[in-house]
C-alpha cells in the first residue's frame, strides 16, 4: 500500500500549526503597543528571509533529518549531531514550560483552589500524552496538528476581533497614538527574543521532506503562504492583547488568560463566562497539538543520525510503529524531571514558566547559527545541481538573507544572557547550555567509537 504523501494544504496546516504558539504570543506585549511595530520589522528583517532561505533548503534538500540533513551536507557529521541535539533537547526543555501554561489556564478556569501539585501532576500527564501520540507515527501526529492549526488561527483571529469590539465598547487600556508604536530600547530587549522565537520553525516540515508531496513546489509554496497568516495573526492577536490589559499588568504565563477573560466581558454577564470557557479550552488543546508536531520534528531530526549506534536507549524503535520510542520516553522524564525540580523550588508560575522558557530559547536558537550559513556553503559545493527553488537575488540575494537571520539569531541570544537579571538566571544560561553541549560531545563521541 503506496504511503500518503503530505499535501500543499496540509504542510501549509503543519508550518502554521508549528510557528503559531499561543502560550508565549503574549510576552511581547508586555514591552506595550510598540511589541506590534517590532512583530512588523522582526517580519521583514528576520522572518523573511528566514522563510525563503528555508525554502531553498527544503525543497532542494527534501531529506528526512530536515536541519540535521543539510548541516551534515554542509558542515559534516560532527557539527550536524550537534545541531540535531541542540534542536531536541530545546523541544525536552519546552514542553514543561508549555505545560505549565496549560496547567494554569486550565486551573483558573476550572479548579482554582488546585494545589501546585494538583497542577505539576497535569502537566506532567500532558507531556506524557504527547510521548504516547508521537510514538503512535506520523500519520496521527500531522493529522492533529491540521486540527489544531485551525483552532489556533481561529482564537488569534478571536483576541482580533474581540479586541475591536472591547475598544469600541469600554475603548481601549493602552495608548495606541503614533508615538506609542515607536519602540523604546529600555524596555525591548529581553523580549526580542521571545518574538524571534515565536516565528522560528519553518525548517520543521523539512524534517519529514520525504514524504511531502512534490517537495519543490510544496515547500515554496507553504513558505510564502504561512509567512504572510503568521505574521498577520500574530499582529492582529497582539492587538486584542493590548486593548484588554495595561501592559504593565500582562504576565508571560497567565497574560493570555487574563487577556481573553477581559475581551470576552464583551458579551455581557451572560455569555462571558461559557464563551471565555470555550475559547480557553480550545487554547489549550492547541497547546497539546503544538507539541506534538515540535516532537515529531525534533525526534525526526536527532534519529537522523544513526542514533541506534551512538546509543541503544537513544537510537531505539518501536516494534509495531517504527518510531523512535526511545526518544520520546527520554523526552517525557526529561520534562517530568524539570516539572517536579521547577515546582519544588518555586510556586510562581511566571518565575518557573519564564525561567525554563528562557534556557530553552537560547539552546533552540544555536542551530540557527548552522543552519543559514548552510545554504551558502551548499550552493557552492553544489554548482552544478539544477535548484528547484533558490532565494531571490542570485548569490548576493543569498547572503543578504542569511546575513540578516545570522544577525537577528545572535542578538537575540545575546539578549537572553543580558536581561536574564543575574545571578541565579544567568547562571541557569550559562551552566545549562554548557551541559547540553558536553552532552552532545558525548554523543559525537560514541559516534567515532562506532565509526559511524
Not at 500582562?250 to 455569555?271: K, N, R
Amino acid at each position: 500500500m503506496a504511503e500518503q504523501k503530505v499535501s500543499v494544504w496540509k504542510s501549509i496546516l503543519f508550518t502554521i500549526c508549528s510557528i503559531l504558539v499561543l502560550d508565549t504570543f503574549v510576552a511581547p506585549a508586555i514591552i506595550g503597543v510598540s511589541s506590534i511595530t517590532l512583530w512588523i520589522i522582526t517580519a521583514i528583517v528576520f522572518f523573511l528571509p528566514y522563510g525563503l532561505v528555508s525554502a531553498e533548503l527544503g525543497s532542494n534538500y527534501p531529506d528526512d533529518g530536515g536541519i540535521y540533513s543539510w548541516v551534515k551536507q554542509a558542515y559534516g557529521e560532527k557539527t550536524a549531531v550537534m545541531v540535531g541535539w541542540y534542536y531536541w533537547v530545546n523541544v525536552a526543555f519546552w514542553m514543561p514550560a508549555v505545560f505549565i501554561a496549560f496547567s494554569y489556564w486550565i486551573s483558573y478556569t476550572f479548579m482554582p483552589d488546585a494545589s501546585p501539585w494538583v497542577l505539576c501532576g497535569l502537566a506532567v500527564a500532558m507531556c506524557w500524552l504527547i510521548v504516547y501520540i508521537g510514538i503512535r507515527g506520523v500519520d496521527l501526529s500531522v493529522t492533529v496538528s491540521n486540527i489544531a492549526a485551525i483552532c489556533k488561527v481561529a482564537v488569534l483571529l478571536i483576541f482580533g476581533f474581540l479586541g475591536i469590539a472591547y475598544a469600541i465598547k469600554f475603548g481601549a487600556n493602552n495608548d495606541f497614538s503614533l508615538h506609542a508604536f515607536i519602540p523604546s530600547f529600555d524596555n525591548t530587549t529581553q523580549y526580542i527574543s521571545a518574538i524571534a522565537y515565536n516565528l522560528l520553525g519553518f525548517e520543521l516540515i523539512g524534517s519529514i521532506g520525504s514524504q511531502i508531496e512534490d517537495p519543490e513546489k510544496t515547500i515554496p509554496k507553504m513558505t510564502v503562504f504561512a509567512g504572510v497568516i503568521i505574521t498577520a495573526l500574530y499582529v492582529f492577536g497582539t492587538f486584542g492583547v493590548l486593548v484588554a490589559l495595561p501592559a504593565d499588568k500582562i504576565d508571560s504565563a497567565d497574560g493570555f488568560f487574563y487577556a481573553l477573560q477581559e475581551l470576552c466581558s464583551v458579551f455581557g454577564p451572560t455569555l462571558s463566562r461559557p464563551i471565555f470557557v470555550i475559547v480557553i479550552v480550545v487554547a489549550a488543546l492547541t497547546l497539546v497539538s503544538n507539541m506534538v508536531s515540535w516532537a515529531l520534528g525534533a525526534n525526526e531530526v536527532l534519529s537522523a543520525s544513526e542514533l541506534d549506534k551512538r546509543s541503544k536507549w537513544l537510537g531505539h524503535k518501536n516494534k509495531k510503529y517504527g518510531t523512535p520510542d526511545g526518544l520520546y520516553i527520554i523526552m517525557g522524564l526529561i520534562s517530568t524531571f524539570l516539572l517536579v525540580l521547577n515546582f519544588s523550588l518555586s510556586k510562581d508560575a511566571n518565575q518557573i514558566f519564564w525561567v525554563i522558557l528562557s534556557f530553552s530559547f537560547v539552546v533552540f536558537m544555536l542551530p540557527y547559527l548552522f543552519m543559514f550559513p548552510a545554504a551558502i556553503t551548499l550552493r557552492k559545493k553544489n554548482k552544478d545541481m539544477k535548484y528547484v527553488y533558490k532565494v531571490p537575488g542570485g548569490e548576493w540575494g543569498l547572503k543578504l538573507c542569511v546575513f540578516l537571520c545570522e544577525i537577528c539569531v545572535l542578538a537575540s541570544i545575546f539578549f537572553l544572557f543580558k536581561d536574564s537579571g543575574g545571578g541565579i538566571g544567568l547562571w541557569t544560561l550559562i551552566i545549562g547550555t554548557a551541559i547540553t553541549t558536553f552532552f552532545g560531545w558525548l554523543l559525537i563521541r560514541a559516534g567515532e567509537k562506532a565509526d559511524v
